[in-house]
């Protein structure tokens, strides 16, 4: 089992930044990808960035359109976290922002199904006003 907390949410102004953690802890050895989704009330959960690594040193860093080139994802593996910073934010931008951990990874193959992932946290709210 892997658990995974979210943390860094909250309120910022159209235009602002914020910075999410994903903190994991259980059998993290496991793991090989994690993913940062988000949902919006009456919508289904929405890919926004992942990254996975083949050893230590070789991080694959993907992202929704809708992101790129504003969301930066990375990870910490002696800390077993990942994060998600989060610049020139948008009113759209504005949902639960979940983290969530793979254990299998294929550079090849972009970990932004919701499928490919066997852990979730529990979400963090970024609301981001206009």
């Known amino acids: 089992q892997v658990q995974l907390v979210e943390s860094g949410g909250g309120l910022v102004q159209a235009g602002g930044s914020l910075r999410l953690s994903c903190a994991a802890s259980?059998?993290?050895?496991?793991?090989?990808?994690m993913g940062w989704f988000r949902q919006v009330p009456g919508k289904e959960r929405e890919f926004v960035a992942a990254?996975?690594?083949?050893?230590?040193?070789?991080?694959?860093?993907y992202y929704a359109d809708s992101v790129k080139g504003r969301f930066t994802i990375s990870r910490d593996g002696a800390k077993n976290t990942a994060y998600l910073q989060m610049n020139s934010l948008k009113p759209e931008d504005t949902a639960v922002y979940y983290c969530?951990?793979?254990?299998?990874?294929?550079?090849?193959?972009?970990?932004?199904?919701?499928?490919?992932?066997?852990?979730w946290g529990q979400g963090t709210q970024v609301t981001v006003s206009s």
């Open positions: 259980g059998r993290t050895f496991s793991s090989r990808a």
């Open positions: 990254i996975g690594w083949t050893d230590a040193r070789t991080n694959y860093a």
């Open positions: 969530a951990a793979a254990g299998l990874f294929d550079y090849k193959i972009p970990p932004s199904r919701i499928a490919q992932y066997d852990y």
